[in-house]
């Protein structure tokens, strides 16, 4: 009989949870689609539906002890480009324990993913194809047109994962968005998620995963000029929040509690 580790047992559990967890999301999500798309084109209700499925995967699996660091601001009140540093796939279950809705930026290759990408296209994400120019243009279309509704849309500025964990570096997309549209950008910082979902391995790793919200910026009066200094400006306040939750420490108890009522209740 082969020698099946408790690291292996309790993979194949979390990836059946993910897997049951994301079917009964699916149809929950379908069914409040339907009903609320003729008073919601923001599909609010659609995309919150699913951030929520990430929500209780993270919490069910046995790995990951994920939770929000320091206040959680209400939701944007205006359009807002929200941005982060990128350590992990597991970062999106992380960040959808704040409590409002986005419209998430993500390569092609994921809404391919049976159920998953069925999911994210009902929820309004944007799929964009990496290096393909015509892509990224009719993506950045779709990102205005939700800001447009006072939708904020969420974006990773380096573009990949970092695979030290060291900021990579900013991509200008975000920032033109935000000063074209005249939208706000709020920085958001993350940590803890790298050994999450160790590259090239199927095994969950202990991850103790954090995020923390930053306060939003102005783009009034911006140019397209103005992009480099805003990129500037954006990442070093990134920076400045990876700081603060390297000296929080772990992610206590009660703001995990915290972190998963204000989901569980908040409106996007």
Known sequence: MPDISMTALLSIWAWVEIALVALVGFVVQAVLFVVCLPFDPGRRVAGRAFRLVGVVAARLNPFWRFGVVGAVPPRPGRPTVVVSNHESNA?????????????????????????????????????????????????????????????????????????????????????????????????????????????HSWKFGRAEGRVTVGSPLSTSGMSLEDVEPLKARVRAEIESLRLRLASAGAVTPSSRRTAGSSAGTGRG
Do not use: H, N, Y
Not at 138 to 163: I, N
Not at 166 to 193: M, N, S, W, Y
């Open 91 to 199: 970062d999106p279950f992380l960040i959808s324990f704040l409590p409002w809705e986005m419209k998430w930026l993500g390569k092609a290759s994921l809404f391919r993913i049976p159920v998953a990408g069925w999911m994210m296209r009902t929820a309004g994400d944007i799929p964009v194809e990496r290096g393909d120019s015509d892509s990224a243009k009719e993506a950045m279309g779709a990102c205005a047109r939700w800001l447009g509704l006072g939708v904020p849309v969420m974006l990773f500025p380096e573009g990949t994962r970092s695979k030290d964990g060291q900021l990579l570096p900013f991509k200008d997309g975000a920032f033109r968005l935000a000063i074209e549209t005249g939208a706000d950008i709020l920085p958001l910082a993350v940590a803890g998620t790298g050994t999450a979902l160790p590259k």
